[in-house]
């Protein structure tokens, strides 16, 4: 290790240090996002139910109104509560404003409760009727920020004590540092309720000299962050050679590697690669580039996309078995919803332009992956296939995809169905039948997937698309489909892949509806 090579950082109250035996966790410690989610949820159910209560008594506190039964007021308080929390899980306050500071998550927080303020009021007059109880409401939907807040405060007092005891705090190390970005480590530094303690850097230069330039920008920066008292005093951290990767992952019992990448592939990617996969440390990639991907894709999660992650089989096994039975539940209701636009569309195929009414092609999420029979109304002529040859001079996007805005095949009934997703809908066939998923990465043809060139498919990482099954929609499709290239297509694919829960799967279907309905992207 190079022993001038010292950057400093922050001691931020009572700073986590773990040792090398860190990654021998608890089982709560090892799954505290999802625990620290479910308290979350509780406690702001709590805040809700509290609000009703004080707003309650403060109205029976008034002489001149009429009596009120708890009956009532419970009538109120209860249904706010519960469609509060579904609000807030579908517009992904939740799972993905966990990894957020907490000025982002007041944010949203807010936004949560202006939508469920809306439809509690109107809701509520709606079933209600004369029986409505105006001025109670009014008092309870003005209390629940200040509970909200109050729990809030109280949690994150909680998690910042528990943080110190090394619950949701991860031992971290930033690689391919170059001393002049020091954008990521002052987020890190500056906002600890991350959860990142920032434990060593390692340089991917072969020699020292480069190394200690870094390492010179790096002080300078700090002093200069500690000087306008930005951050508190720092304390020094090593800063190791490439070569020594896997024993500083040991020294310093390193949870997760942070690349910040100006391109896809840099020199000693693959080295960074094996050493977490030996080690089993979970390896993120992060530039300005994914994070405005994800911000654009309405995901507040800015601890950037995982190329690896050590296999956790029980968690994965159960995640698996419950997106199935929700795919199961929600596939059976959409059809039988949608039984009559079924009908309508294809009548109107008919008459247009004959049978069949459905177009079949074999897809698969990857080259080499498990292929299926991929169902879709057909919106084309009926040899479109036939045709494409003569068309892949105009494609629009770049390889791995082939789209045109104005495809001559487009038929004038497949035109309206495809603005809208209609010509979508059978594949709910597909997810009854366990080829594919509500939620997931798209499937490819197989001309996209020949076409895929090695420099497209993200450091070779495009082969992860295959570890979940393909999905009806999905993060591509609510950041505008046909308008995100393919590369940006595979970033957004890892993250889900990442961060699959049958939350992650609602919010994606949430957003997914007005995209739908305005035909964002369609064409």
Known sequence: MYEKVEPRVEAVRGAYRPSSKTRRQSFLQRNWRAFFIVVTIAVDSAAVLLAGVAAYTIRQMIVNLPAMSPANAAGVAIPCAIVSVAIAVLTGLYRSAYRAPYAEQYREAAKAYAYSTIVVVVGMYLVLGKAFPPRFTLMFIALIPLFFGLGRWLLNIANRSLQRKGYGRQSTMIVNWNGIDAQLLDRFTMFPELGYSVQAFACTVSDGERCNTASCILQQHFA???????????????????????????????????????????????????????????????????????????????????????????????????????????????????????????????????????????????????????????????DAEAQQDDLNRLNQTEEGLFLLKRDPRVTRVGRWIRKFSIDELPQLLNVLRGEMSLVGPRPLAWSDLLSISPENDYAGYYYLRDKTLPGMTGLWQICGRREVPFREMVLLDLYYIENQSVMFDLEILFATIPVVLFGRGAY
Request: glycine fraction near 6%; charge should be positive.
């Open 224 to 382: 200069f962050m500690t000087h306008a008292h930005v951050i508190p005093q720092s304390r020094p951290i090593p800063c190791y050679a490439l070569s020594e990767l896997e024993g500083a992952i040991d020294a310093q019992g390193i949870e997760r590697i942070f690349v910040p990448l100006a391109k896809s592939v840099t020199g000693g990617f693959s080295e960074i690669v094996l050493a977490c996969i030996k080690k089993k440390v979970k390896l993120k990639v992060i530039s300005g580039a994914s994070e405005e991907l994800l911000r654009f894709s309405r995901v507040k999660d800015i601890a950037g996309i995982s190329l690896y992650s050590p296999p956790k089989h029980l968690t994965h096994r159960i995640k698996t078995h419950l997106k199935r039975v929700f795919d199961l539940c929600g596939s059976s209701l959409l059809i039988l919803f949608c039984s009559p636009i079924f009908a309508m569309v294809a009548l109107a195929i008919l008459v247009e332009d004959g049978r069949p009414v459905l177009f079949r092609q074999r897809r698969a999420s990857m080259r080499g992956g498990r292929f299926f029979e991929f169902f879709k109304f057909r919106s084309m002529v009926k």
